[in-house]
């Protein structure tokens, strides 16, 4: 009888963690079979998005320093910073990538093969978007 609970309580509280993270879940989903598209977001110059402009730039920084040292803050900042300039930076009042995810980020991004550049920007954009 003790067992049927234990199991019945983990479905329930395994069930509330996956529609907390069901984004998070899906994108790592579409990222393990290559499937991650880029979302939607406002056009910067005709052609890319602002979105798209701001994470090419971040990935660039990392993965092409210029200095021998703070690149990764450099980054970051420039990240923020171009973001806020074109009002993308809050969605509704709320900053729309937290410093820990912007933390994970650079050193996913830092530690990625160039060869997968392309998954790694989409990647980034599904998790700011």
Known sequence: ME???VAEITKEKTDVLKNAYKDALEILDAYDHQTLTRPEGTYYDGNETIEEVAVNMLYDMIKNPVWY???KQMA????????EWNN???VDGEKRISDTLLVALIIMIEKSRDEDKEMIIR???NCIC
């Open 3 to 5: 067992e049927n609970r």
């Open 76 to 83: 970051a900042i420039k990240f923020l910073l171009f973001l």
């Open 69 to 71: 040292d703070c690149n």
């Open 123 to 125: 990647t980034v954009l």
């Open 88 to 90: 993308a930076l809050f």
